[in-house]
């Protein structure tokens, strides 16, 4: 079993940055690939950022490249997600995920309780 918690939601202003952080348990947490979705409100739960068990492979969605990065820390058990250049179409609620699949889409185990990301304009 994982269990995921999220940290480092907040309010931010439009062109602004945040990191987020998603602090693991469990000792299969590292051989996952992990990341980030999330919800807006009155929306469906969206991907936003995975990284591969490796460290190296990632990948993100048309609406964050070049402004998001995700890394992760095995030593840690950490995944983390640095916004940049916010807009206010980020805000959302941000879960972390693990052991996430690509099919037709992509299909994650794991989720955590998410943490309120707000852009004000």
């Known amino acids: 079993q994982v269990q995921l918690v999220e940290s480092g939601g907040g309010l931010v202003q439009a062109g602004g940055s945040l990191r987020l952080s998603c602090a693991a348990s469990?000792?299969?947490?590292?051989?996952?690939?992990v990341g980030w979705f999330r919800q807006a409100p009155g929306k469906d739960r969206d991907f936003v950022a995975l990284?591969?068990?490796?460290?190296?492979?990632?990948y993100y969605s048309d609406s964050v490249t070049g402004r998001f990065t995700i890394s992760r820390d095995k030593a840690k058990n950490t995944v983390y997600l640095e916004m940049n250049s916010v807009k206010p179409e980020d805000t959302a609620v941000y879960y972390c995920?693990?052991?996430?699949?690509?099919?037709?889409?992509?299909?994650?185990?794991?989720w955590g309780q998410g943490t309120q990301v707000a852009v004000s304009a």
């Open positions: 990284i591969r068990a490796g460290g190296v492979i990632t």
């Open positions: 995920v693990a052991d996430c699949r690509l099919g037709s889409n992509w299909w994650c185990g794991y």
């Open positions: 469990g000792r299969t947490f590292s051989s996952y690939t």
